[in-house]
Antibody, heavy 124, light 105 residues
């Protein structure tokens, strides 16, 4: 069964750090781009970071310089190191696999497998 | 950055209704758009990629159209399982729309 399982969420004080993990199973992890997406309670989805199969990384301005995405293919694992956390970072964090669909001459994408989410609460 | 705007924010409909949700991009994104369905407490589910291509296993009552800056998601005959929140996403910089909640009328 194709599966993603997040862990590492919890309560952290403002300015603190937390490392999220995402364990992948049932597919060739190293062949897929992976993302983190978050959702504050009652709010919409917000893209947080991405890592390509070659280890290239991408971030929106809201987390750039504070968050670091990484992967360890030998362990089928994705990580998100979050530093200098703020109250606004409080959310459920999902990891997601990106499926590439070929439709010549371009690839198109969709996040086709998601984890169940892990909750991060930043509060004093 | 490209911004995505969905309308309406909330939509009240009945089982059997035809439902259309609109997503507008602040600049052209060709067909680089996906649609997701999310139910409360659950992770999103991919419905549509490439603006109009149905993901495997998704019922054919769902369809997508559009290119450039204006896109639509249509549910041809709303079913009880379809009451949920729907999001568009462009994959130039992976921005989501703010979501459209489809609720029971």
């Amino acid at each position: 069964e194709v599966q993603l399982v997040e862990s590492g969420g919890g309560l952290v004080q403002p300015g603190g750090s937390l490392r999220l993990s995402c364990a992948a199973s049932g597919f060739t992890f190293s062949s897929y781009d992976m993302h983190w997406v978050r959702q504050a309670t009652g709010k919409g989805l917000e893209w947080v970071s991405a890592i390509g199969t070659a280890g290239d990384t991408y971030y929106p301005g809201s987390v750039k310089g504070r968050f670091t995405i990484s992967r360890e293919n030998a362990k089928n694992s994705l990580y998100l190191q979050m530093n200098s956390l703020r109250a606004g970072d409080t959310a459920v964090y999902y990891c997601a696999r990106v499926k590439r669909f070929w439709s010549g001459p371009h690839y198109y994408y969709g996040m086709d497998v998601w984890g169940q989410g892990t909750t991060v609460t930043v509060s004093s | 950055d490209i911004q995505m705007t969905q309308s309406p924010s909330t939509l009240s409909a009945s089982v059997g209704d035809r439902v259309t949700i609109t997503c507008r991009a602040s600049q052209s994104i060709s067909s680089w758009l996906a649609w997701y369905q999310q139910k409360p407490g659950k992770a999103p589910k991919l419905l549509i990629y490439k603006a109009s291509s149905l993901e495997s296993g998704v019922p054919s009552r769902f369809s997508g159209s559009g290119s450039g800056t204006e896109f639509t998601l249509t549910i041809s005959s709303l079913q009880p399982d379809d009451f949920a929140t729907y999001y568009c996403q462009q994959y130039n910089n992976w921005t989501f729309g703010q979501g459209t909640k489809v609720e029971i009328k």
